[in-house]
């Protein structure tokens, strides 16, 4: 039976997590005012949040893994006697490390690299990492575990809720098809992940307590059609506002299990502070 490692990238907040399986992990860059950190290395989340909560201008833009970095990575899994790999990426409509990894995988020779293109990130991501864990566990080899997140990964749902729509606008992140753009600094907007993986706006809200009120509405909706038995929670520097929505959520649903996760200053530097948002995993695919 061939072994099967198991990479992960920082933007699924495994850093911020106790696990029990091992792992190798490649981080995204956080570039402040010029300087270079890499997220939980040098920087941490409460750090970093406290840092932009005292400066809301800072001026601040991420950088992906380099090529170099990955490859390192890849040829450590090959020197302890892996013959395949599976790799769990934050989505490619956010990054381009799905296909920086995509293409140095191919330079390893004797390794097999299966990328999973997660279509999300931070707990969406890291549910899939879980999975990816427990099937290796079970003896799965990489092209079985591959296959099964194909398909789990479109179980999930995952909704965000920000403070301020000025990070995403301003790096690019959200898309502005559904024409809400024109007024978006003045609109407290619910996002979601679509299929292909891009955050899209979801429904327009004016204010933030309506906001919040809409997201646990639709919390609400999925535990009455008996969709999930779990929800995660997301959270930035805002840990006792999302200890409210969970207090609120566990009072209509005393059985759910409701997880908290917090988002990584990286994910953190293109939502803002003040981000929230939930996920599930649904039944079955729609």
Same mark, same amino acid.
């Given at each position: 039976?061939?072994?099967? *490692? %198991?990479?992960?990238?920082?933007?699924?907040?495994?850093?911020?997590?106790?696990?029990? +399986?091992?792992?190798?992990?490649?981080?995204?860059?956080?570039?402040?005012?010029?300087?270079?950190?890499?997220? @939980?290395? &040098?920087?941490?989340?409460?750090? @970093?949040?406290?840092?932009? &909560?005292?400066?809301?201008?800072?001026?601040? /833009?991420?950088?992906?893994?380099?090529? *170099?970095?990955?490859?390192?990575?890849?040829?450590?899994?090959?020197?302890?006697?892996?013959?395949?790999?599976?790799?769990?990426?934050?989505? =490619? *409509?956010? =990054?381009?490390?799905?296909?920086? %990894?995509?293409?140095?995988?191919?330079?390893?020779?004797?390794?097999?690299?299966?990328?999973?293109?997660?279509? %999300?990130?931070? +707990?969406?991501?890291?549910?899939?990492?879980?999975?990816?864990?427990?099937? #290796?566990?079970?003896?799965? /080899?990489?092209?079985?575990? +591959?296959?099964?997140?194909?398909? +789990?990964?479109?179980?999930?749902?995952?909704?965000?809720?920000?403070?301020?729509?000025?990070?995403?606008?301003?790096?690019?992140?959200?898309?502005?098809? =559904?024409?809400?753009?024109?007024?978006?600094?003045?609109?407290?907007?619910? $996002?979601? @992940?679509?299929?292909?993986?891009?955050?899209?706006?979801?429904?327009? #809200?004016?204010? =933030? /307590?309506?906001?919040?009120?809409?997201?646990?509405?639709?919390?609400?909706? $999925?535990?009455?059609?008996?969709?999930?038995?779990?929800?995660? $929670?997301?959270?930035?520097?805002?840990?006792?506002?999302?200890?409210?929505?969970?207090?609120? #959520?566990?009072?209509?649903?005393?059985? $759910?299990?409701?997880?908290?996760?917090?988002?990584?200053?990286?994910?953190?530097?293109?939502?803002?502070?003040?981000?929230?948002? @939930?996920?599930?995993?649904?039944?079955?695919?729609?």
């Amino acid at each position: 039976m061939n072994k099967v *490692g %198991l990479l992960v990238c920082g933007n699924s907040g495994i850093d911020y997590e106790k696990v029990d +399986f091992p792992y190798e992990i490649i981080r995204s860059k956080l570039i402040i005012e010029g300087k270079e950190y890499e997220d @939980f290395v &040098d920087i941490t989340a409460d750090a @970093f949040y406290e840092m932009l &909560d005292k400066n809301p201008d800072l001026q601040i /833009s991420t950088a992906m893994i380099s090529p *170099g970095e990955i490859l390192e990575k890849l040829n450590k899994f090959k020197k302890e006697g892996y013959k395949e790999v599976v790799a769990v990426v934050i989505s =490619s *409509g956010l =990054s381009g490390t799905y296909n920086t %990894l995509k293409i140095v995988s191919e330079e390893v020779e004797d390794l097999k690299v299966y990328v999973v293109d997660s279509l %999300l990130v931070t +707990f969406g991501q890291l549910v899939q990492t879980y999975e990816a864990a427990r099937l #290796i566990k079970e003896g799965k /080899s990489g092209l079985e575990i +591959f296959n099964y997140l194909e398909k +789990f990964k479109k179980r999930i749902r995952l909704f965000v809720l920000v403070d301020t729509l000025k990070y995403l606008v301003k790096n690019g992140r959200l898309s502005a098809a =559904s024409g809400m753009i024109g007024n978006l600094l003045k609109i407290k907007p619910l $996002l979601k @992940f679509n299929e292909t993986g891009h955050l899209v706006p979801y429904q327009k #809200i004016r204010t =933030s /307590s309506k906001a919040r009120s809409r997201m646990i509405e639709i919390a609400k909706e $999925l535990i009455d059609a008996g969709t999930t038995p779990e929800l995660f $929670l997301g959270y930035t520097n805002n840990r006792e506002y999302v200890e409210g929505i969970k207090k609120e #959520i566990l009072e209509y649903a005393p059985h $759910l299990k409701i997880t908290l996760h917090l988002l990584t200053p990286v994910v953190g530097a293109h939502a803002g502070p003040g981000t929230c948002g @939930f996920g599930v995993i649904v039944n079955e695919e729609e």
